[in-house]
Nanobody, 126 residues
Framework: QEQLVESGGGLVQPGGSLRLSCDVS????????RAWFRQAPEKEREVVSA????????WYADSVKGRFIISKDDAKNTMYLQMNSLKPEVTAIYYC???????????????????WGQGTQVTVSS
């Protein structure tokens, strides 16, 4: 089901930056771990970054480590993915995801997440 609302995708030149946002305010349940996934054409959906409920523990795919930052603002019911130094190979549809449960562990498995956004297209091209 899609109960998270993403925004911030678009077309950007190589080397540029984008910040994706994910509004979780429509959910009434307590949420735990959060993550961002992406799916490129003809490829499986893969995890990009994940975080625990506190936001203190994070995980990044090797391909984005040092360039992407996951975060959340509980007061705004929003999670973010700051993407810097973008490369064409990161072009994909990006999805935010949230899990119920305690959320003390970082979860990188797709089946660990209960709620998903509709996806936002990120295209890196000159």
């Amino acid at each position: 089901q899609e109960q998270l609302v993403e925004s911030g995708g678009g077309l950007v030149q190589p080397g540029g930056s984008l910040r994706l946002s994910c509004d979780v305010s429509k959910l009434t349940q307590s949420l735990g771990a959060r993550a961002w996934f992406r799916q490129a054409p003809e490829k499986e959906r893969e995890v990009v970054s994940a975080m625990t409920i506190t936001g203190l523990n994070t995980w990044y795919a090797d391909s984005v480590k040092g360039r992407f930052i996951i975060s959340k603002d509980d007061a705004k019911n929003t999670m973010y993915l700051q993407m810097n130094s973008l490369k064409p190979e990161v072009t994909a549809i990006y999805y935010c995801a949230a899990a119920t449960g305690a959320g003390w562990s970082v979860e990188s498995r797709r089946d660990a997440y209960d709620y998903w956004g509709q996806g936002t297209q990120v295209t890196v091209s000159s």
